[in-house]
T-cell receptor
Framework: GAGVSQSPSNKVTEKGKDVELRCDPI?????LYWYRQSLGQGLEFLIY????????KSGLPSDRFSAERTGGSVSTLTIQRTQQEDSAVYLC??????????????FGPGTRLTVL | SQKIEQNSEALNIQEGKTATLTCNYT??????LQWYRQDPGRGPVFLLL?????KEKRKERLKVTFDTTLKQSLFHITASQPADSATYLC???????????FGAGTRLAVHP
């Protein structure tokens, strides 16, 4: 059984360019999350998708960040006009959300983004 | 303001001893709390979940306690091994919502 996969594993870009990060959740998981982790820091929540509901975008740090989830499966996180402070590891997680009292999240390996 | 605090300093212990990690929170009323392990360059891996009506949860050499009065969870690893060396993150859910808020983690180093 495949876990959560993310691509690319590493991305180096120049300041001002746009980047797209991809997440393939575990099949059947209705909830999908994006987090950002800066060096030596904890996970910072970015955005949450649950089924067909409107996503919770409360963690997106600026309007340069956006995400979509097509067909309730694959998700893409887009960062426009990247800045050096966007450099971090971007982690995706998915979970079965039918039972809200048990919400184990399964994480992908992350995408390390470096903005030069 | 809402905060989750974990000891930012690394915890160094000798193999065979019990490691105890602390997670304190303020201005949350979590329905449950989770612990994850993260190895360098990897995503976090779920370890244990404890609900607000549970005082203690065990899994093999792991034990988690949850004191809603003290607003604290303790994570214990008994008979620690060098392979237990990693960063341990606590995370909580407030209410029935699925959004997890993570602490910054505590790095554990178990020395032979």
């Amino acid at each position: 059984g495949a876990g959560v996969s993310q691509s690319p594993s590493n991305k180096v870009t120049e300041k001002g360019k746009d980047v797209e990060l991809r997440c393939d959740p575990i099949s059947g998981h209705t909830a999908l999350y994006w987090y950002r982790q800066s060096l030596g820091q904890g996970l910072e929540f970015l955005i949450y998708f649950q089924g067909n509901s409107a996503p919770d975008k409360s963690g997106l740090p600026s309007d340069r960040f956006s995400a979509e989830r097509t067909g309730g499966s694959v998700s893409t996180l887009t960062i426009q006009r990247t800045q050096q402070e966007d450099s971090a590891v971007y982690l995706c997680a998915s979970s079965l959300a039918q039972d809200p009292s048990y919400n184990e999240q399964f994480f992908g390996p992350g995408t390390r983004l470096t903005v030069l | 303001s809402q905060k989750i605090e974990q000891n930012s300093e690394a915890l160094n212990i000798q193999e065979g001893k019990t490691a105890t990690l602390t997670c304190n929170y303020t201005n949350y009323s979590p329905a449950y709390l989770q612990w994850y392990r993260q190895d360098p360059g990897r995503g976090p891996v779920f370890l244990l979940l404890i609900r607000e009506n549970e005082k203690e949860k065990r899994k093999e050499r792991l034990k988690v306690t949850f004191d809603t009065t003290l607003k604290q969870s303790l994570f214990h690893i008994t008979a620690s091994q060098p392979a237990d060396s990693a960063t341990y993150l606590c995370a909580l859910v407030s209410g029935g919502y699925n959004k997890l808020i993570f602490g910054a983690g505590t790095r554990l180093a178990v020395h032979p």
